[in-house]
């Protein structure tokens, strides 16, 4: 059974970065993705950024240059630095992960397996 649960969430001000990361169990599939969701109160769940095991990395344009997706293989977890914050970032960033080549990194419906969310706090 596959686990992800994420940790590193908190209350920053603007201009300033956290670390997220997300810790993965149970997840042995040899080719994946893994990524970043964020949904804002109201808002649709949105993808920030993704990866595949080969190293391809998606960024959508909204956090592109601020953020960094990336993963420690030997400790089965996932990351994403965050610089730069601004208030328009505040949400619950999720993790998500799945087996084989999905093709949309940054499409919720591509993946199957999904952690209970952190939540990120930007204040001006």
């Known amino acids: 059974q596959v686990h992800l649960v994420e940790s590193g969430g908190g209350s920053v001000q603007a201009g300033g970065s956290l670390r997220l990361s997300c810790a993965a169990s149970?997840?042995?599939?040899?080719?994946?993705?893994m990524g970043w969701f964020r949904q804002a109160p109201g808002k649709k769940r949105e993808g920030v950024a993704a990866l595949r095991e080969d190293g391809t990395t998606s960024y959508a344009d909204s956090v592109n240059g601020r953020f960094t997706v990336s993963i420690d293989n030997a400790k089965n977890t996932l990351f994403l630095q965050m610089n730069s914050l601004q208030p328009e970032d505040t949400a619950m960033y999720f993790c998500a992960a799945e087996g084989g080549l999905p093709l949309r990194l940054l499409v919720s419906d591509e993946y199957n397996y999904w952690g209970q969310g952190t939540q990120v706090t930007v204040s001006s």
């Open positions: 149970g997840f042995t599939y040899s080719t994946y993705a």
